[in-house]
């Protein structure tokens, strides 16, 4: 039964939380502690249904709620049962590319947000790199500079922007704060089909491989900067290098297109 919260003189109705959803939050605090990890079976669906005192209904609909949260997987049949998983980076990206697309969220304002937090990371990388980071940038940026060098004869765009990516996913997971590359990892699907989409929509192929060799030559910079150790230079370096791809890929109408565009 709804219970009545009297606040300021107005009432407000409460929803009390079904059963199946103060299970499912039982469970999953087990999960998001480490109490329960991924691979692990839960109970059998007797034992669970003895040990909530509920109904089979009651605890598949608990099931329900934390599969859609990517935090089990329901195996059916004779080699069925419940085993902890754990949320992909595609999910959040999904739920949060809703939100962008609902609100009218444009391709301008996706930009503004990852110059503010990637060059943030990029001066994290710099001040706590290891070799092996140094190693992996280079290797990345040398990954890109094979590809583009080999002519627009031989071109596939999609793997020129796949490696580029690489590189800027590894800026934002070596820069050492997890919250920072969640997010980056959540936009980086929007960023992704927009970048198909300009490079698609250029009748410059030329133009298109000069804009590639520019960024390799960034990449290097970068690498540079962060093996010296000079964070605040490479914050500032990789900030300009954002500004300048920014206004190359939001040319034209693809500056004023919402995220929503992308995905219909």
Do not use: C
Request: aromatic share 6%; glycine share 8%; no cysteine.
């Amino acid at each position: 039964m709804d219970a009545v919260n009297r606040r300021n003189g107005a009432t407000k109705l409460v929803r009390a939380p079904k059963t199946a959803e103060l299970i499912a939050d039982q469970l999953r605090a087990k999960i998001v502690r480490g109490v329960l990890k991924k691979g692990d079976a839960l109970p059998t669906e007797v034992e669970l249904v003895k040990q909530f005192g509920v109904s089979r209904p009651t605890l598949r609909e608990a099931f329900r709620i934390l599969e859609s949260e990517s935090l089990i997987v329901v195996r059916r049949g004779s080699r069925g049962g419940v085993l902890v998983s754990s949320p992909e980076t595609s999910v959040a990206a999904r739920n949060f590319g809703l939100l962008l697309q609902m609100s009218g969220t444009t391709l301008a304002d996706v930009y503004e947000a990852r110059k503010v937090f990637e060059p943030a990371a990029a001066e994290m990388l710099a001040r706590r790199a290891t070799a092996a980071d140094i190693a992996d940038l280079k290797a990345a940026a040398g990954e890109l500079a094979v590809l583009v060098n080999d002519g627009t004869e031989h071109a596939d765009f999609d793997e020129w922007s796949a490696a580029t990516f690489r590189f800027h996913d590894l800026i934002l997971e070596r820069g050492g704060n997890n919250t920072v590359a969640l997010v980056g990892a959540v936009l980086r699907e929007v960023v992704t089909r927009h970048m198909a989409r300009a490079v698609a929509t250029s009748t410059d192929p030329v133009g298109i491989e000069k804009q590639f060799k520019k960024t390799i030559r960034a990449f290097t910079r970068f690498t540079t900067l962060v093996e010296e150790g000079r964070p605040e230079e490479a914050r500032e370096f990789w900030a300009s290098h954002m500004d300048w791809a920014g206004r190359s890929m939001l040319w034209g109408r693809l500056g004023t297109e919402t995220v929503i565009d992308l995905f219909v």
